[in-house]
């Protein structure tokens, strides 16, 4: 996604397209060395689960290996039932 942003920039201002290439090589490289550092710390959780306020992590969820046991729904309005409580505090206790 940050290349097609780049490019689409470099086409409506090209007078800064080398700009807009350089922060597109250092927004990459940001993004590569927090990869590598959820990778490396991830690895050495003993456990796999987090309770998370919320149901929005899917994507890390998906990408790192990680089950998310979320308290409510997407939604911060969201209100969870006394079984769902029920059920996330026998899994933070265990």
Do not use: W
């Not at 940001?30 to 992590?57: E, M, P, W």
């Amino acid at each position: 996604m940050i290349i097609e942003i780049t490019t689409s920039l470099e086409k409506v201002d090209p007078k800064n397209a080398d700009l807009y290439e350089q922060n597109s090589i250092n927004l990459r490289k940001r993004f590569s060395q927090l990869d590598r550092k959820y990778r490396d710390t991830l690895s050495a959780c003993k456990n796999d689960g987090v309770i998370v306020s919320h149901n929005a992590y899917g994507y890390l969820a998906r990408r790192y290996g990680v089950t998310i046991y979320p308290i409510a729904g997407l939604s911060t309005s969201d209100i969870p039932s006394a079984k769902v409580l029920a059920e996330l505090s026998d899994k933070a206790n265990k």
